[in-house]
T-cell receptor
Framework: KQEVTQIPAALSVPEGENLVLNCSFTDSAIYNLQWFRQDPGKGLTSLLLIQSSQREQTSGRLNASLDKSSGRSTLYIAASQPGDSATYLC???????????FGKGTKLSVIP | KAGVTQTPRYLIKTRGQQVTLSCSPISGHRSVSWYQQTPGQGLQFLFE???????NKGNFPGRFSGRQFSNSRSEMNVSTLELGDSALYLC???????????????FGPGTRLTVL
């Protein structure tokens, strides 16, 4: 059974700092890995999707890497801003369906 | 392009009642998945429908059921509600059929269900 862990559970940083969020998964047989953002009481917004054959994806100030063999992914946020404050969720999909297995998330607070 | 819509956005029910939630996926998407989100358990997969067929089901009791219509809209039903069913229910759409399983999942805003 796939399990996804995210560390740390919460993180508080001053504005402008670069930061890294971590995600690990137990079964390396994944199809893809997605990073999402969730604002309080809202749905999920997809940030980046990394296919199993890829090593990283970039979008603006975000860069996500994937090391499938070791079961790890990182989300790097450059020059953090208060608007980045949210919960960041990592999710993996396996074979045969779009079913996602989620971590519990990292709650990020960027202090002005 | 319109996003994923879910109705209603908020629901208050009492124990023992039943409830139906609706999800309209992005136009052209054929897959709809449902998730339950609670503070304690996080996001848990309920089921996935693709072209009107249930393709996968999570570890939830039979009180939770769903279906998908020919226009890809989906409904989920929860019968005999329990206090522990209080949660945010999210649906996600994907699957244009052209990129296979690498498609990004797009989530709706969710339905907040409160069971009293």
């Amino acid at each position: 059974k796939q399990e996804v862990t995210q560390i740390p559970a919460a993180l508080s940083v001053p504005e402008g700092e670069n930061l890294v969020l971590n995600c690990s998964f137990t079964d390396s047989a994944i199809y893809n890995l997605q990073w999402f953002r969730q604002d309080p009481g809202k749905g999920l917004t997809s940030l980046l999707l990394i296919q199993s054959s890829q090593r990283e994806q970039t979008s603006g100030r975000l860069n996500a890497s994937l090391d499938k063999s070791s079961g790890r992914s990182t989300l790097y946020i450059a020059a953090s801003q208060p608007g980045d404050s949210a919960t960041y969720l990592c999710a993996v999909s396996g074979a045969g369906s779009y079913q996602l297995t989620f971590g519990k998330g990292t709650k990020l607070s960027v202090i002005p | 392009k319109a996003g994923v819509t879910q109705t209603p956005r908020y629901l208050i029910k009492t124990r023992g009642q039943q409830v139906t939630l609706s999800c309209s996926p992005i136009s052209g998407h054929r897959s709809v998945s449902w998730y339950q989100q609670t503070p304690g358990q996080g996001l848990q997969f309920l089921f996935e429908y693709f072209s009107e067929t249930q393709r996968n089901k999570g570890n939830f009791p039979g009180r939770f059921s769903g279906r998908q219509f020919s226009n890809s809209r989906s409904e989920m039903n929860v019968s005999t509600l329990e206090l522990g069913d209080s949660a945010l229910y999210l649906c996600a759409s994907s699957g244009t059929g052209t990129r296979g399983l690498f498609d990004t999942q797009y989530f709706g805003p969710g339905t907040r269900l409160t069971v009293l």
